[in-house]
């Protein structure tokens, strides 16, 4: 990754140039996909674009295919951990809906049967 991806004191943008600590199981040029640390569920996968972006809000138009790949590869990966029968993918956006860390991911979660937190 280049130098110009990472943005000071944002700890997704050290994993993604592997300058933080972190159990990466995909990268490519867009995209970086990584366990996350605090997971609740068997399967609890982050994926982020390399490039910094604080938030779904922030990303430009135009990045529609960023995004497309985002899920994408999040599918995949849901294949190959052998959960493609039942997993959820989810974005937080903004503080009040659960964003602690303000560089864009999407949340893969599944493993174990997941209820409906929003009723």
Known sequence: MSESTLTQGCIFCEIVN???PAEIIYQDEQITAFWDINRQVPVHILVVPNL??????????GLENLLGHMILVAKNIA????IQEAYRIFINTGASA??????????????????????
């Open 18 to 20: 592997h300058r933080a």
């Open 52 to 61: 910094h972006y604080d938030s779904l809000d922030a990303v430009p138009s």
């Open 79 to 82: 294949k190959h951990f052998h």
């Open 98 to 119: 659960g964003q602690t860390i303000f560089h864009l991911h999407l949340h893969l979660v599944g493993g174990r049967k997941l209820g409906r937190p929003y009723e």
